[in-house]
């Protein structure tokens, strides 16, 4: 039987994807929030929509190699 390590804690993989979840939804609504403001027309805010999406995946992705590099050694 292999020793558990630290990675293998389920409320830390719970944890990791709340954060996950969280990041992408904040990101979005500023990103409305933010082409709302600006321009107010709706493909602008279609635009803002996008970006904030993106910029909250990317900030996923981020979070989950922080995370994977944390958890090698």
């Known amino acids: ?18 954060a996950m979840g969280f990041q992408v939804a904040i990101c979005t609504l500023l990103g409305y929030l933010i082409a709302n403001w ?9 635009v803002g929509i996008f970006v904030g999406l993106a910029a909250g995946i990317l900030a996923s992705v981020w979070l989950i190699k922080k995370v994977l590099v944390d958890s090698d050694g």
């Open 38 to 46: 600006v321009f107010g027309t709706t493909a602008w805010l279609i």
């Open 1 to 18: 039987m292999k020793p558990k390590s630290s990675g293998d804690n389920p409320w830390r993989a719970l944890a990791l994807v709340g």
